[in-house]
T-cell receptor, first 114, second 113 residues
Framework: GENVEQHPSTLSVQEGDSAVIKCTYS??????FPWYKQELGKRPQLIID?????GEKKDQRIAVTLNKTAKHFSLHITETQPEDSAVYFC?????????????FGKGTKLSVIP | NAGVTQTPKFQVLKTGQSMTLQCAQD?????MSWYRQDPGMGLRLIHY???????DQGEVPNGYNVSRSTTEDFPLRLLSAAPSQTSVYFC????????????FGPGTRLLVL
C-alpha cells in the first residue's frame, strides 16, 4: 500500500516569513495529492490539492509543487500570518478502479510567531 | 445543508462498554469513511464504504464494526471498548468519482478508562 512521509513534524517561523512542508510517497500510481489544515480542536479542511498532470498550483499565499519523478510534493506558504498556525497534513491517493483511500502523512505543526 | 455531522462530541467509556459513534451527511456522497487521530500518528483509516450495503476495512479496523444501510448514515460501533481506543474519531465523505475532495465531520473525542 501507499506510504506517505511528511517533514518536518514541527516548524516555527516568524510572521511574514515563508514556510515549506515536504512529503514523499511510495506508490508511483498515486496521482492526487491534497493538503489539509487542522486548527486546534477543529476538523481537517482541504486548503489546496494537485493532480499528477500539473507540476505546480497556486492559491493566493499558498502553493503546492509536485515532482512525480522523485515522488515528492511540497506545500509553500508565503508571507505567513498568525492565523496560519495549525497542523498541516499531506495525503496521496492512488489512481485506478476502486482507489478511494487517502493515505495521510503524520502532520506538521506550524507555529507563526508574531 | 449541514454537511457531515457527528454525535456525540465527547464520550467517556469504561473498559468493556460498547457504544456507537454516529455519522451522517446530506450531500448525497457515495463514499464515507472513519478515521482515528492520535498524537503524532496523523489520520488513520478504520473502515470505509463506497455505497449502501458495501463496507471494507482500512488500516486499523480491529475492535470496530461498521454498517451502511443508507447513503446518509455510517455508524461506527465499538463492541468492547479498550483504553487503546482513546482517540479523536473523524468521519469523512466524498463523491465516488476519482480525486474528489473529502469533507470531514467535527469529530468525536472518546476517552476509555
Amino acid at each position: 500500500g501507499e506510504n506517505v512521509e511528511q517533514h518536518p513534524s514541527t516548524l516555527s517561523v516568524q510572521e511574514g516569513d515563508s514556510a515549506v512542508i515536504k512529503c514523499t510517497y511510495s506508490d508511483s500510481a498515486s496521482n492526487y495529492f491534497p493538503w489539509y489544515k487542522q486548527e486546534l480542536g477543529k476538523r481537517p479542511q482541504l486548503i489546496i490539492d494537485i493532480r499528477s498532470n500539473v507540476g505546480e498550483k497556486k492559491d493566493q499565499r499558498i502553493a503546492v509543487t509536485l515532482n512525480k519523478t522523485a515522488k515528492h510534493f511540497s506545500l509553500h506558504i508565503t508571507e505567513t500570518q498568525p492565523e496560519d498556525s495549525a497542523v498541516y497534513f499531506c495525503a496521496a491517493l492512488p489512481s485506478g478502479a476502486g482507489s478511494y483511500q487517502l493515505t495521510f502523512g503524520k502532520g506538521t505543526k506550524l507555529s507563526v510567531i508574531p | 445543508n449541514a454537511g457531515v455531522t457527528q454525535t456525540p462530541k465527547f464520550q467517556v467509556l469504561k473498559t468493556g462498554q460498547s457504544m456507537t459513534l454516529q455519522c451522517a451527511q446530506d450531500m448525497n456522497h457515495e463514499y464515507m469513511s472513519w478515521y482515528r487521530q492520535d498524537p503524532g500518528m496523523g489520520l488513520r483509516l478504520i473502515h470505509y464504504s463506497v455505497g449502501a450495503g458495501i463496507t471494507d476495512q482500512g488500516e486499523v479496523p480491529n475492535g470496530y464494526n461498521v454498517s451502511r444501510s443508507t447513503t446518509e448514515d455510517f455508524p461506527l460501533r465499538l463492541l468492547s471498548a479498550a483504553p487503546s481506543q482513546t482517540s479523536v474519531y473523524f468521519c469523512a465523505s466524498s463523491y465516488l468519482r476519482s480525486q474528489e475532495t473529502q469533507y470531514f465531520g467535527p469529530g468525536t473525542r472518546l476517552l476509555v478508562l
